[in-house]
């Protein structure tokens, strides 16, 4: 009641934001009179004067009126259409950095203008992110005729786009894209060995369009690139035969700290094993081509000579399956990391897995959070408004209408049963169709749009069906959803981001029928004959009711139903919404149907009758909310998992970009070289041990093995009063010089261009494990709950242990291929690519329908792009027989 009381007094949180907002719109209405008289040339020549201002010290903020008053002017002369007052306001929130959620209708690709242009102007770049490719293309080229009259370049990413065009399209002003895409070619370009091969500049400012779709629905599931495994099982094999002809001097075993390595007899013999194999791509073991093979033996060494067959694994179905060593348990599903558990399964005999490894991933949240400014736009927002606030800090602001909303919002029809809901719909199809109204029947799936569908076959009603498969012909078909008596049924997404004018799309109509015409008069004629007829027809479906909305189930979610509301009612067109439920529903019988069958049936409710009330509306809106709270709970804890590996993705893409920036990495080097040889000598000459408690015959074989040196280490240790810090002085010494040698051998220039390219392979090749383990530790830190132990805190524990130990292996693994590498000569060194991108695989599995999003694109002449075909329908590849008649035959 207080609440109510002081919203009439001082008006909604959301009145007061619009307040100021009002203030600047008629500043720039004011600037109208000023701009209109401009000559082209001179409204091009404003972009110029604003970047002066701007490098001047001016703020944004400063030049917004008159940056939005030519922006207006712009639209107008470059598309007839001038931004109403409701547009400007949404623009102004835009640059605000928060969320505008504006009605569908309302002009939103136009809104996005306004604060797209005047975040361009610092020369940062703005991307423009939509759902699919179809809307980016469009927006782009439609959107393209505003900027270039104010001197502005667009560009456009979409699939298919080579790296040279998505550069280019990244250096422009503005860059319209997928959230996809954009988030692949960071994980991409975060893949690559130079600074030049990247695509993307820094992260600046993004305008989100259908901001809850991709920043909450899209965002349950991560972005992964995945590739398959460098090594094949052919070499596993191949080198796990040779490990039995080694004789017990070519290597050492130190329990204590479960390692092995090859000693010197070792390696020159295991060399000449790898080089009658086949196995070595030029003479000396340690050349640089020869880093795969290298390690292909150390793990099959490890495999056989530190690990036990039923003790630290079993053989179980064909598989290797590890033994915990501390419970003893099976532990299905885990494997080692770095290749080990290949060696294992070769030393066995049993089939090599083939890993699909993780290469890259994000999720969205992470990816935005990116932005120095996020921005978005949406008609359904308010819903989710806690979830934008605390995730990615943003604020939900509702503009008004242009026009007010004239729609009837029906209260529900619930019915006993689906089949009774389902002749209730039928029914009401026909009417509307008798009376030559247009019809948008809602589905919440492409099966149960597919399901109604039939039912409308068999009663001979003409309808177009969408599932969000094919974008650009939905665009087409949802355009023309409001025209008289047109049945359109389609899944939630589909066709989003297209209004439905009524009486038809005149625009796209016109489109179809120039294409290909060039007689100006012909087109002419053409344009004003369509554009009379959509008019006309128009007229008759305002008469009629403008279009009347089905929705055949409640979503989970509110946001969902409110989307297919607004589908109707357009710029204060009338319009008709109604749900109709039944108890079979999935959202009716999870919240209690069965008592309210059995309520149902004491009153009498008869078959085919329905239970019409406000209060069920209340109802079903609690149990939703219900949904909703526990599905952001999901979303939320998968994100603070998401913020561990993030921290760390940081860290790591930062390090890597500043590796590739740099020509000399050779003080970097030394700093892991340096602390390799510092942490040898402290595990093997302990902080205040006594002489006879060293170990010097360890810290000498592991000189040799890590440095390559063979050091007089243990008579070191005999002389008189000598400590650990002057032993390990000796050690850095003969190390820096021996590094020092092998730069004059080869040349400072192709020691730097070895140095760089090897650290950045091996900083990918524990990346990736390092990935795949914490993968590994996500799925098993879940079971630590029933210790009492809270998984999160755990996981970021482990995680951060893991790191560490990363990056120490980074270290040494450095150190010790540097240390050992030769080149013949220096045209031996080859700069190193990055991946091939045509074995790498993009995933993003689409939330609802648990497709992969990034799967091939259709093509009718490639039937693995066309998904399940049923063998009634057409054939997909445009022969017009059915497709049992034609692909689909059986033989």
Not at 192 to 198: G, T
Not at 356 to 381: E, H, P, V
Not at 720 to 735: C, K, L, N
Request: proline fraction near 2%; glycine fraction near 6%; charge should be negative.
């Amino acid at each position: 009641m207080f609440g109510t009381l002081a919203k009439k007094i001082f008006g909604s949180s959301n009145d007061r934001a619009l307040k100021p907002i009002q203030a600047l719109v008629t500043q720039i209405n004011a600037l109208e009179d000023q701009i209109a008289p401009l000559s082209d040339d001179e409204l091009k020549a404003k972009t110029d004067q604003f970047r002066e201002q701007l490098s001047g010290g001016t703020k944004l903020d400063d030049i917004l009126p008159e940056a939005f008053a030519c922006v207006r002017e712009a639209a107008k002369r470059a598309l007839g259409e001038r931004h109403y007052d409701v547009q400007l306001m949404g623009g102004i929130v835009l640059h605000q950095g928060k969320i505008t959620e504006m009605k569908t209708g309302e002009g939103k690709t136009l809104v996005s203008t306004l604060a797209a242009y005047l975040n361009a102007l610092e020369g940062k770049g703005v991307h423009v992110v939509t759902v699919n490719d179809y809307l980016a293309k469009r927006d782009s080229e439609w959107m393209a005729r505003v900027y270039e009259r104010l001197g502005m370049t667009v560009g456009c990413i979409a699939s298919g786009v080579d790296e040279t065009e998505r550069r280019a399209a990244y250096a422009c002003d503005i860059t319209y894209g997928t959230n996809n895409e954009f988030g692949f070619d960071y994980l991409r370009d975060n893949m690559k060995f130079d600074k030049e091969s990247m695509v993307q500049r820094d992260f600046n400012f993004a305008i989100v369009d259908e901001v809850d779709s991709i920043l909450i629905d899209e965002a349950r599931t991560p972005l992964i690139i995945s590739g398959p495994a460098e090594d094949s099982s052919e070499s596993y094999m191949a080198v796990d035969a040779l490990i039995p002809q080694l004789a017990e001097e070519d290597y050492e075993v130190d329990e204590k700290s479960k390692s092995v390595s090859f000693t010197e007899v070792g390696t020159e013999h295991i060399e000449r094993l790898l080089e009658e194999a086949g196995l070595l791509k030029s003479g000396n073991l340690y050349d640089i081509e020869n880093v795969g093979a290298v390690h292909h033996s150390n793990q099959a060494l490890r495999a056989h000579k530190l690990f036990e067959k039923d003790k630290d694994y079993i053989v179980k179905g064909g598989k290797v399956v590890i033994i915990d060593e501390f419970t003893g348990r099976m532990m299905d599903g885990r494997r080692y990391s770095d290749g080990l558990h290949q060696a294992l399964e070769a030393k066995e005999k049993v089939d090599i897995q083939p890993e699909n490894q993780t290469l890259a991933s994000i999720t969205f949240q992470n990816y935005f959070r990116m932005y120095d400014k996020l921005s978005g736009m949406t008609g359904t927002a308010s819903t989710e408004a806690e979830e934008f606030a605390e995730i990615y800090g943003l604020a939900v602001v509702e503009i008004p209408t242009n026009i007010g909303v004239a729609r009837k919002d029906e209260d529900d029809e619930v019915y006993r049963t689906e089949e009774e809901k389902h002749n209730a719909i039928l029914e009401t199809i026909v009417e509307c169709q008798e009376r030559g109204q247009p019809v948008l029947v809602g589905t919440a799936s492409i099966e149960k749009s597919e399901a109604l569908s039939n039912i409308l076959k068999k009663k001979n009603i003409k309808h177009a069906v969408l599932n969000a498969r094919f974008h650009d012909q939905e665009a087409e078909i949802i355009s023309q959803a409001g025209r008289i008596g047109a049945v359109t049924i389609a899944t939630n997404m589909a066709g989003r981001g297209t209004d439905i004018k009524l009486g038809g799309n005149a625009q796209m109509l016109i489109d179809q029928k120039t294409e290909g015409k060039t007689d100006a008069d012909e087109i002419a004629k053409i344009t004003a004959e369509i554009e009379a007829e959509v008019q006309a027809e128009k007229e008759k479906v305002l008469e009629l009711g403008g279009l009347f909305v089905i929705g055949t189930e409640r979503h989970e979610s509110r946001r969902i139903d409110n989307q297919l509301r607004g589908r109707s009612g357009r710029q204060g067109d009338p319009g008709t919404s109604r749900f109709y439920l039944s108890l079979q529903d999935d959202l009716m019988r999870i919240f209690g149907s069965e008592r309210m069958d059995g309520m149902l049936k004491k009153l009498g409710l008869e078959e085919g009758e329905a239970i019409i009330h406000p209060w069920i509306n209340k109802a079903l809106e609690k149990a939703q909310q219900k949904v909703e709270a526990r599905n952001y709970d999901i979303r939320k804890n998968l994100l603070k998992f998401d913020d561990v590996m993030n921290d760390q993705r940081k860290v790591v893409y930062e390090q890597r970009i500043n590796m590739m920036k740099e020509d000399d990495l050779s003080e970097t080097i030394k700093d892991m070289r340096l602390g390799v040889i510092d942490d040898m000598v402290s595990n093997h000459i302990p902080e205040k041990a006594y002489p006879e408690q060293w170990d010097t015959d360890g810290l000498k074989n592991e000189v040799l093995e890590v440095l390559g040196l063979d050091l007089p280490v243990d008579e070191w240790a005999k002389e008189e009063g000598i400590a650990d810090e002057e032993i390990r002085e000796r050690i850095e010494d003969h190390s820096n010089r021996k590094m020092a040698e092998k730069a004059v051998r080869y040349g400072t220039e192709v020691m730097r261009m070895v140095e760089k390219s090897l650290l950045l392979q091996i900083l990918d090749q524990i990346w990736k494990e390092h990935l795949l383990q914490l993968d590994h530790l996500r799925q098993s830190v879940s079971l630590r709950a029933y210790a009492q132990k809270d998984p999160l805190n755990e996981y970021k524990s482990e995680a951060f242990g893991m790191f560490q130990t990363m990056l120490n292996q980074l270290h040494v693994q450095v150190t010790t291929y540097l240390s050992h590498v030769e080149l013949q000569q220096p045209s031996d060194v080859i700069e190193r690519e990055a991946p091939d991108e045509s074995q790498m695989q993009a995933t993003h599995i689409d939330p609802v329908t648990g497709e992969n999003e990034m799967a091939a694109a259709f093509d009718e002449n490639d039937p693995s792009t066309w998904g399940k075909v049923r063998r009634n329908d057409p054939c997909p590849c445009g022969s017009g027989k059915k497709y049992k008649h034609c692909h689909g035959t059986v033989s």
